[in-house]
């Protein structure tokens, strides 16, 4: 069973930093893209940044400059350093990762999400 573990979330300053953390566990062959996601109350859940399993990174406008994602592929893990954060950056961030997993003979791909940590960013 594959599962995804985020930790690193908690309370913050305007202007402070957090670093988030979320790691893979389970029968897993390969990661290729990975995630972080986030969604603030009454609003859609909505793509932070990602990263290929080759180190390509991609990231939301609002965030560009402030947050860096990175991977440790041997751990199995993928970081968001947040930085400069702003009350707007409030909500609750998702991991998110396309595993593909040995099932028996076969090989699957499927899209797994971890279960969420809160984000304050207030004074």
């Known amino acids: 069973q594959v599962q995804l573990v985020e930790s690193g979330g908690g309370l913050v300053q305007p202007g402070g930093s957090l670093r988030l953390s979320c790691t893979a566990s389970?029968?897993?062959?390969?990661?290729?893209?990975m995630g972080w996601y986030r969604q603030a109350p009454g609003k859609q859940r909505e793509l932070v940044a990602s990263?290929?399993?080759?180190?390509?990174?991609n990231y939301a406008d609002s965030v560009k400059g402030r947050f860096t994602i990175s991977r440790d592929n041997a751990k199995k893990t993928v970081y968001l350093q947040m930085s400069s954060l702003k009350p707007e950056d409030t909500a609750v961030y998702y991991c998110?990762?396309?595993?593909?997993?040995?099932?028996?003979?076969?090989?699957?791909?499927?899209?797994?999400w971890g279960q969420g940590t809160q984000v304050t960013v207030s004074s």
């Open positions: 998110n990762a396309a595993i593909q997993y040995y099932n028996g003979r076969s090989l699957y791909e499927a899209e797994y």
């Open positions: 389970g029968s897993i062959y390969m990661i290729n893209d």
């Open positions: 990263i290929t399993s080759r180190g390509s990174t």
